[in-house]
C-alpha cells in the first residue's frame, strides 16, 4: 500500500512542476499564439506537415555553396 501511495505522491509532484506550453505560430505575416485560433483553423495547424531540418542536407547545402559557417 505505501509503495502505491508513494508513486500516486510522485506523479502528483510531477504534475506539479509541468508548466504550461503555448504553441505560437506565424499567420499572415504575424505571429499569434495557437490557443486563439478557432476550431476550423486549430484542424488546419494541426495538419500541417511540419517541416524538419537533417544534418545530411544542411551538410549538403554547405558543401554546394561553400558556406563557411557550417
Known amino acids: 500500500m505505501s509503495d ?3 508513486d500516486v505522491e510522485a506523479e502528483a509532484v510531477i504534475e506539479a512542476k509541468r508548466t ?3 504553441v505560437w ?3 499572415m505575416g504575424y505571429h499569434r499564439p495557437v ?3 478557432n476550431i476550423g483553423k486549430k484542424a488546419e495547424h494541426y495538419s500541417r506537415k ?3 531540418e537533417t544534418v545530411a542536407a544542411n551538410n549538403e ?4 555553396y561553400q558556406f563557411v559557417a557550417c
Not at 547545402?61 to 554546394?64: D, Q, S
Open 4 to 6: 502505491q501511495k508513494t
Open 20 to 22: 504550461h506550453c503555448e
Open 25 to 27: 505560430t506565424r499567420v
Open 35 to 37: 490557443s486563439h485560433f
Open 50 to 52: 511540419h517541416f524538419q
Open 61 to 64: 547545402f554547405c558543401e554546394k
